[in-house]
DNA sequence: CCCTTAAGAAACGCAACGTATCTTAAAGGT
DNA sequence: ACCTTTAAGATACGTTGCGTTTCTTAAGGG
């Protein structure tokens, strides 16, 4: 009982009703969550919810802005192979979880309204993936596994795209074997192929 | 007023309902689709849908099966980077319009639902997007535009997860100026990939 | 012709929506 | 220290759609 019982406001308020909705999320997920419950867990009222954003998607949308996303370290395991497969394993544990959940709800709604699903792709396009597979390439490249090459900003792009959508498809994880899987029969030959071919 | 006034039953009633939320479908999309309104437009009422499905997803999962897909013919453009990108656009034709709503919205309740979930992937695992793939590749490589290759399934089945994955996530139709990067950019440079380190 | 089955109509309680009203606490200026 | 503005919080509202229950009655088979 930490609590003071006095009347929270602005910025404060705010960021409690964002950590309730978060706490939420954990708890019942997208499909359950409703405004009611988060401001009953918030210690506030709807109104004080509804004059802040319009629905369920903003607000769920502004509570996950507010966490933030965990750098995924560049390590170096020692091959391209290795490397990719460490990358894409941390994607994938990355995209397991909640997250893709709330993906799924939020871009049901975001037929509806199309403000909604431009925050979302702003949201999911933030990853710098391609940094990542470029450094990992590099190094590849230096130790002499692959001809010097450029990704293409799509094929850079490509994977943590299918492995969001595998995600949401397979409701489960995502294997390490489904994942090598990927390395060896899709995104290895994918870069010998991009060497070969000079862009 | 074609309408016979008389009580359906049994299979010509199902029909009918499987119709009536296919147009709901179209009209107001997966979203606002109550089962309230196809009861209403089939002419029927709430529990004779109760009675044959639990919920919403089900019976829209239902009412799309019944709507058989239309055969993607094989047309021969004379280069493999035609065929593809012909075949890519007639995938990105067929997930425009209402499925992609559709598979999103069931998305979301398919993580309270797995069995729904099941269903959905059932769906959308039939299409024999492997053997298009694989009749287009064998066509190239008799004209000699590419060497002999084995396209593994993972690799075949790329191209339409993307596809799907991009149309949900800009809900605009995809462009052919998109399709043409990507056949460049990806799919072109993993074709050559494959056939350059034997499988 | 009867008897089983299921369609259809109506109403139910429930849950959550989004809004409106009103009181009262907090913040800030003078 | 007071007074004014702002907004929090409580409460209740009407609405919608849910999924279910009850009951009547039409259809179809034996």
Chains 1, 2 share one sequence.
Do not use: C
């Not at 990355?94 to 709330?102: F, I, K, N, Q």
């Not at 492995?163 to 030959?189: K, Q």
């Amino acid at each position: 009982m930490t609590e003071t019982k006095s009347r929270r406001r602005g910025a404060e308020l705010e960021q409690a009703i964002l950590d309730a909705a978060w706490a939420e999320l954990n708890d019942v997920g997208y499909a359950a969550l409703t405004i009611e419950a988060v401001a009953a867990r918030a210690g506030t009222s709807k109104p004080v919810i509804y004059r802040r954003w319009p629905g369920r998607a903003e607000l769920v949308l502004a509570a996950w802005a507010r966490q933030r996303p965990k750098p995924v370290p560049a390590t170096d395991m020692g091959s391209l192979r290795a490397d990719l497969i460490a990358l894409f394993n941390r994607i994938a544990r990355r995209a397991e979880g909640m997250m893709s959940e709330v993906v799924a709800g939020v871009m049901g709604e975001a037929f509806r309204h199309p403000e909604v699903a431009e925050i979302l792709r702003e949201r999911l396009r933030t990853a710098p993936l391609g940094d990542w597979v470029n450094g990992i390439v590099e190094r590849a490249v230096e130790r002499g596994e692959l001809p010097p090459v450029t990704v293409p900003p799509r094929a850079a792009r490509m994977p943590i795209d299918l492995i969001r959508n595998e995600t949401m498809m397979s409701g489960g994880p995502i294997t390490e074997t489904d994942i090598a899987e990927f390395v060896d029969d899709v995104y290895l030959p994918l870069l010998r192929g991009l060497a070969a071919s000079p862009g």
